[in-house]
């Protein structure tokens, strides 16, 4: 009865765990460290965006932009590649710059003109999309070598399986951003601001550089998810990774976190891009499913999870309620 | 102790927006280890002097010492370093973080570079301990009482800021074993020499816990005294200002006091918000509702009309049980309902004179039955003229009305409906005085007509003038009934300052 607030979290690790026995049962070869591989390294440039999704849902926003973000920065890197001799640890440097001040200018505008999130990010997906366009309409491979050698790291986990760079790159991500948010400041910051602003702001939390950073964090880890989308594609495309941030979205949400924000947990939209994984890979599996039947799939976890979630919000208030006079009553007696 | 030097003091400090004075010379000393209650009715300038002491405002003129030196609070961060704290009404802290986290928040203490939560929790564990709190400070602090989330809101604000609590209605929502535990605390922190400005609406949590009153009102200082030996009489009619002018009376139709009641309420109450209470109410009748601000006189309205839900009593509508659950079942009982804040609760800013007034009435035909056009420009030219209401055009956007005319408005949109039963929330609340008396010639008016109307107003002067009996609340109970000659400001005055809790009449 401790803390309610695992029971989203727990819910989604037994839809997992269920999911993936239902997948073994069927196809009994998808318990394997190779399908758990390939599950962690296609899903990497979507699980590293889900992580500041999460960020930013958890204070109470939401960043539309993420997938445009990702298409620009396959595209910068494509054509910087090709048309310059720059190294490509340079170019990713440069983009991740440019990515973060795009989302730190975003959270500028979402604090200062007190401005809706989902309008200015909405802005800010048609301006890196067509940013992309304008640099290129075509899709440009990638040949630098260096880019061959990246996409040969793995390492190799017993039964086969191979853990490649940018599954690892992810999987480092998600560790980092479960420090950020249960162990730093401003991770507990991200939870008032999501909790209650006006509250947040009398306690002290520096609601400015919080929000600024939120929407940073969203557009560093877009942009990386965009050099990881160019590692996985060897290729930058404008018409790339459209719709990723409803993906992105989706997974936090199964994942257990509150779309309102103030509850969640990173973990959590790590569970929720492995159910979205286990899902593709029971349709490449069976061969025959459309691949569609992901999207619907998905649309009922979702239905699922926003249901459970506000069943969970009506019994702990319905709780609290009742606990009201018991609790006071003894806190009288004690005190 | 008195002459020590005090630990807060504002020497003439006054404050105006947009030109209109809230707050005017006002001097207010606080001592360390003393309980400071400030009261006043609504607008006294209550708040605008907390927020100038706890940094939200800025003051225009005058000066606020803390411990003799001058202090210049930014905002309300830079208060709570200074020493203020403040604990509101409606606890702001956050529910969903943990109560450790709460306590922590912004100074979490730190370890190779990342929050030390084992160390948070040992010291939150030590902090609660001081009051005798044993809680699990790693539960989200949603799982707790609002008493208790008062206490941990409270042991925030001293571990920050140490030398002035300020309890803005801290009582407001608790019920009495929840005030005694707080009092508790409170008394401990006098105790330990913090000075406590206390703000309630409540008279005898005032005379249990403060040592002295500071009295505002109309933004000005009344007086300080106290509070040994202060009489209630003495308190109340400092708040709310002796009327010195004989009251004036509208003369009643003794018959009407004989005919059936429209309105019947029987035990009806709600824990927590009103102890059961009877009235009837009869057409052609003005029944007034006195008691000071948190008395529960609002939420008395707002039971009648299904706002809240009671959960004892009944009410019957001329004779028949209604089950009010909602609004809309009182509306369709014929009752209509102005509720005390027009800005929030009533008008719709940037919508038309016109689609103001026949909101109530398209609500009550169901959106298949639209108003046509003509029909909703009659219905406001109607009122416009019927009511006064000075507007260049029925088609102006109502924010841009006086509040007099505001009023009239959602008096207008009320009336459209043709409610048999009528409750005025405040009517002439934040209105000029032209208006004002417009107002109530209008109650008067709809009462000669036939309507029952139950009218709440702080101006017991107003109310004596047109209610045809009058009901006391205090501390949410109704401590008396007022009928023909009874009705007075002294007689409404004596009951509100009325002592003890068991709810004997004046």
């Not at chain 1, 200015?120 to 630098?144: D, K």
């Not at chain 2, 429209?262 to 009837?280: A, E, I, T, W």
Request: with cysteine; net charge neutral.
């Amino acid at each position: 009865m401790k803390n309610s607030k695992y029971l989203p979290l727990l819910a989604t690790f037994v839809v997992f765990v269920l999911g993936y026995v239902i997948c073994i049962s069927v196809f009994p070869n998808m318990l394997s460290t190779r399908v758990a591989g390939n599950l962690l390294t296609d899903n990497a440039f979507l699980g590293i965006t889900a992580v500041g999704m999460t960020f930013v849902i958890l204070s109470g926003g939401i960043d539309l932009s993420v997938g445009s973000v990702i298409a620009f920065t396959g595209v910068f890197l494509s054509v910087i590649l090709r048309d310059t001799s720059i190294h490509p640890l340079a170019a990713f440097a440069i983009v991740l710059v440019l990515t973060t001040a795009f989302g730190a200018a975003m959270g500028g505008v979402i604090f200062f003109l007190d401005m809706p999130p989902f309008i200015v990010t909405l802005a800010g997906m048609f301006l890196a999309r067509g940013i992309s366009y304008l640099l290129t309409t075509e899709s440009v491979p990638i040949t630098h070598p260096f880019y061959s050698t990246l996409q040969e790291i793995y390492i190799r986990m017993p039964g086969g399986g191979r853990l490649t760079l940018i599954a690892m790159i992810m999987l480092a991500v998600f560790a980092l951003g479960i420090i950020l948010a249960q162990r730093t400041r401003f991770g507990t910051y991200v939870y008032a601001l999501g909790g209650n602003l006006t509250s947040a702001q009398l306690m002290g939390v520096p609601v400015a550089k919080t929000t600024i950073g939120i929407y940073a964090l969203s557009g560093f880890l877009a942009g990386l998810s965009g050099i990881v989308f160019s590692l996985y594609t060897s290729a930058g495309y404008s018409l790339a990774a459209v719709g990723v941030e409803l993906d992105a979205i989706a997974a936090v949400v199964i994942g257990g976190t509150l779309l309102t924000g103030g509850y969640g947990f990173v973990a959590g939209t790590f569970l929720g891009i492995c159910i979205q994984g286990l899902i593709q890979t029971y349709i490449v599996f069976d061969g025959t499913l459309s691949s569609w039947w992901t999207k619907i799939v998905i649309g009922l976890l979702l239905f699922g999870f926003i249901a459970l979630q506000r069943g969970l919000m009506w019994m702990s208030e319905r709780s609290a309620r009742n606990m009201r006079h018991a609790s006071a009553a003894a806190q009288a007696s004690g005190a | 102790m008195a002459n020590a030097q005090p630990l807060l003091s504002v020497r003439g400090v006054s404050k105006a927006f947009l030109g209109v004075s809230a707050l005017e010379n006002v001097d207010f000393t606080l001592q360390a280890g003393e309980v400071h209650a400030l009261l006043g009715e609504n607008g006294a300038g209550k708040s605008t002097l907390i927020k100038i002491i706890t940094g939200a405002y800025r003051r225009d003129e005058g000066e606020v010492l803390l411990e003799g030196t001058p202090i210049h609070p930014r905002d309300v961060v830079d208060a709570q370093k200074l020493g203020i704290g403040t604990v509101y009404q409606e606890v702001n802290l956050l529910t969903n973080l943990t109560v450790a986290e709460n306590l922590f928040l912004g100074r979490q203490p730190k370890r190779f570079g990342l929050t030390d939560v084992r160390e948070m929790n040992r010291r939150s564990r030590a902090i609660l301990d001081t009051y005798g709190l044993d809680i699990d400070v790693t539960a989200p602090l949603a799982n707790f009482s609002v008493a208790i989330q008062q206490v941990v809101a409270i042991a925030r604000a001293v571990d920050i800021s140490g030398k002035v609590l300020v309890l803005d209605e801290p009582t407001a929502s608790l019920d009495a074993h929840e005030v005694e535990m707080l009092f508790a605390v409170v008394r401990q922190l006098r105790a330990r020499g913090m000075g406590i400005i206390f703000i309630s609406h409540f008279l005898d949590q005032v005379y249990e816990i403060a040592d002295s009153i500071t009295v505002l009102r109309n933004g000005r200082l009344i007086d300080t005294v106290p509070v040994a030996g202060l009489d209630r009489l003495k308190l109340v009619s400092m708040m709310l200002g002796r009327q010195l002018e004989a009251d004036i009376k509208r003369t009643i139709d003794p018959n009407t006091a004989k005919s059936e009641p429209l309105v019947s309420l029987r035990g009806l109450g709600k824990r927590g918000s009103v102890d059961p209470l009877d009235l009837d109410i009869r057409q052609g009748e003005v029944v007034g509702i006195a008691g000071l601000l948190g008395s529960g006189r609002t939420e008395t309205a707002q039971l009648v009309f299904g706002i809240e839900r009671a959960d004892s009593g009944t009410i019957s509508v001329g004779g028949a049980p209604v089950n009010m659950t909602s609004p809309r079942k009182a509306i369709s009982q014929g009752f209509a309902f102005c509720p005390e804040d027009r800005k929030t609760d009533g008008i719709v800013g940037d919508l038309s004179v016109r689609e103001n007034i026949i909101f109530a009435l398209q609500a009550q035909r169901g959106w298949m039955r639209p108003l046509s056009r003509s029909e909703q420009e009659a219905l406001a030219d109607r009122y416009i003229a019927a009511l006064d209401i000075r507007t260049s055009d029925r088609e102006k956007p109502i924010k841009f009305l006086s509040g007099g005319n505001q009023q009239k408005v959602l008096l207008a949109r009320w009336l459209a409906t043709n409610p048999r039963f009528l409750i005025l929330d405040e009517p002439t609340r934040g209105i000029d005085v032209g208006a004002h008396a417009e107002i109530i010639r209008l109650i008067i008016d709809l009462c000669e007509r036939g309507m029952a109307l139950l009218v709440i107003s702080s101006e017991l002067g107003e109310l004596v003038g047109y209610s045809s009996r009058i009901i006391v609340l205090r501390d949410r109970k109704m401590v008396s009934e007022l009928t023909g000659d009874e009705i007075s400001t002294d007689h409404i005055m004596k009951a509100i300052a009325s002592h003890g809790a068991t709810g004997e009449a004046a």
